[in-house]
């Protein structure tokens, strides 16, 4: 046996590795989450399910799951990248897990990366599980796959900021409890399920600017529309990913 044969290699994996195998954490340990679960799958279902059988809400012209799916799709991002982050990060701040993740190999950034990556693998779960559903209930989509894929992943950006904006600069508990509020704001007010035009003009105005309402409203132009890409959504959505993701890098504070 040749000497040194079974010497100690000590180091850190390959950061690549570190990154996926983090991002494999992240995304068992929110699928196990009984109340992330809910908030990422049985809530967008029902709702998608409820409001598209029983008419509950006058959702204009067409078949209510029409109008609906492509709102659903937008709630369901915003439960993920926005709700159930902001929530999750919020409570590993107050613990002490970010800290002591920040302290390993693993750089932060690199945490991040992974975060984000577990975000997109939830979200390509609930996509796939609500276009079956809505399929199933005779959606028709139509339009550009690539335009639905760009306004996703600016939407999954701008929520993400956001989120992480609230976790990093809130109490763990005001994190909750703000999260929370905001999605049922921003689901009955964010044209989720109530069209925009049911609200008063300056009120409309004002919601129409929001991450939400662009978000399903581009994804409504798209699929139910067939519009190539509806430019002003994206402005909006681009520019809430700017700001919420420059000020979760600027302010976010790890314990």
């Known amino acids: 046996m040749s000497a040194g044969t079974h010497t100690p290699q000590p180091g850190a994996a390959p950061l690549g590795r570190m990154i996926a195998a983090q991002a494999a954490f992240e995304t068992r340990m929110l699928l196990r989450n009984g109340e992330q679960l809910l908030l990422t799958v049985i809530i967008p279902s029902l709702l998608l399910v409820l409001f598209s059988t029983v008419d509950i809400v006058d959702t204009g012209d067409g078949r209510a799951v029409d109008f609906l799916a492509p709102g659903v799709l937008a709630l369901a991002v915003m439960s993920t990248a926005f709700t159930g982050q902001a929530i999750g990060t919020g ?46 209930l005779g959606w028709s989509p139509r339009g550009n796959p690539f335009s639905v894929l760009l306004l996703l992943l600016l939407g999954t950006a701008a929520f993400s900021g956001l989120g ?59 699929l139910q529309g067939g519009a190539s890409l509806p430019w002003g959504a994206a402005a909006v959505l681009a520019v809430w990913a700017v700001l919420g993701l420059g000020a979760a890098a600027r302010f976010f504070r790890w314990e």
């Open 91 to 136: 409570f590993e701040r107050r613990y002490g897990v970010l800290k002591r993740l920040g302290a390993s190999p693993l750089p932060r950034w690199a945490l991040m990366t992974a975060k984000t990556l577990s975000v997109l693998v939830t979200e390509v779960l609930q996509v796939a599980l609500l276009t079956v559903i809505a399929l199933a």
């Open 164 to 222: 992480l904006l609230m976790a990093g600069t809130l109490r763990a508990e005001a994190t909750l409890a703000a999260a929370n509020l905001v999605f049922l704001l921003l689901l009955v007010g964010g044209g989720v399920i109530v069209p925009l035009e049911r609200f008063p003009g300056a009120a409309r105005a004002a919601l129409e600017l929001l991450p939400i309402s662009a978000l399903s409203d581009g994804l409504r132009d798209v």
